[in-house]
């Protein structure tokens, strides 16, 4: 079965500064990569996927996140960090189980952004 | 149009009564989902209906049932609730990945219920 491992609970970031939020997956063939975010009080949205292809992934908001094979890492990165990405972060991994999509997502990783 | 929709927002109920959360999506997807998310913020499968097929029933006390009346919609019922109960249900949709690109959820803002 598939795993994600999220190792930081909370990060604190200053405005303007770059972010970088770690992502390791476990699964034993090509996994389709997630990273979602989640507001306060809302319901999660897609930031980018990954499932073959350029390695480098582009998202909304500005965001990008880079599959490294020989890491099983995903990580989410962002430039220059605005006061309103601060959130809760999700990187959730999608394997085939029994010929359907089944998505696992890891703990979170809560990022707060400072002036 | 909200794409994926979910009634109601906030549910306070006493132990051992029965609710129901409904979710909608008008996103055309075929596959539909609930999570539950705990209080430190965990999401865990409970279900997945692919065009009113159940295709994923994780472990959930079978107090749990939900019931997908068309691809549209897909509803929880839960008997006898209890306080472990309480958390944040969220519903969610996607087209499902039978071959090559895996797809993106599509997430409901969520049902906090509370169970006192």
């Known amino acids: 079965a598939q795993s994600v491992t999220q190792p930081d609970i909370h990060i604190t970031v200053s405005e303007g500064a770059s972010l970088e939020l770690r992502c390791n997956y476990s699964?034993?063939?090509?996994?389709?990569l997630f990273w979602y975010v989640q507001s306060p009080g809302q319901g999660l949205q897609l930031l980018l996927k990954y499932f073959s292809g350029d390695t480098l992934v582009q998202g909304i908001k500005g965001f990008e996140a880079e599959f490294k094979r020989s890491q099983s890492s995903f990580n989410l990165r962002k430039p220059s960090v605005h006061w309103s990405d601060a959130a809760e972060y999700f990187c959730a991994v999608g394997a085939k189980s029994g010929g359907y999509q089944k998505v696992t997502f890891g703990t979170g990783t809560k990022l707060q952004v400072i002036p | 149009d909200t794409a994926v929709s979910q009634t109601p927002k906030y549910l306070v109920t006493q132990m051992g009564n029965d609710k129901s959360i409904k979710c909608e999506q008008n996103l055309g997807h075929d596959t539909m989902y609930w999570y539950k998310q705990d209080s430190k913020k965990f999401l865990k499968i409970m279900f997945s209906y692919n065009n009113k097929e159940l295709i994923i029933n994780e472990t959930v006390p079978n107090r749990f049932s939900p019931k997908s009346p068309d691809k549209a919609h897909l509803n929880l019922h839960i008997n006898s609730l209890e306080l472990g109960d309480s958390a944040v249900y969220f519903c969610?949709?996607?087209?499902?990945?039978?071959?090559?690109?895996?797809?993106?959820?599509?997430f409901g803002s969520g049902t906090r219920l509370t169970v006192v």
């Open positions: 969610a949709s996607s087209q499902q990945a039978r071959q090559g690109a895996g797809y993106g959820y599509t």
């Open positions: 699964y034993g063939a090509t996994p389709y």
